[in-house]
């Protein structure tokens, strides 16, 4: 089994800067894609960036393009989500999410196989 931990989120102000983090444990090794999804109250839980297994590839949705980088520390088996140029609609709970494939660019809630619990993310003045 695999467990993802999310950290790190919490209140900034816009334009301001956050960095979330996922920490992943257990068998790490079928671990491929990691993912960063986010769910605002009352909408779809929706795709905001993905980074390959040896961090090499990064793929973001339109809405955060730019804005946002995806990393990955694999002697740390932890992912980074920095968010900069915040936007109060960038408000959600921010999910990290482990696919055991990497057939593609995934950006579906259906390709990925683990889940951590999320962490909150308020971007307000």
């Known amino acids: 089994q695999v467990q993802l931990r999310e950290s790190g989120g919490g209140l900034a102000q816009p334009g301001g800067s956050l960095r979330v983090s996922c920490a992943a444990s257990?068998?790490?090794?079928?671990?491929?894609?990691i993912g960063w999804f986010r769910q605002a109250p009352g909408k779809e839980r929706e795709f905001v960036a993905g980074?390959?297994?040896?961090?090499?590839?990064?793929w973001y949705a339109e809405s955060v393009k730019g804005r946002f980088t995806i990393s990955r520390d694999n002697a740390e088996n932890t992912v980074y989500l920095q968010m900069n140029s915040l936007k109060p609609e960038d408000t959600a709970v921010y999910y990290c999410a482990a696919a055991r494939s990497a057939f593609a660019q995934y950006t579906t809630v259906a390709a990925y196989d683990y889940w951590g619990q999320g962490t909150q993310v308020t971007v307000s003045s």
């Open positions: 257990g068998r790490t090794s079928v671990i491929y894609h």
């Open positions: 980074i390959t297994r040896s961090g090499g590839s990064t």
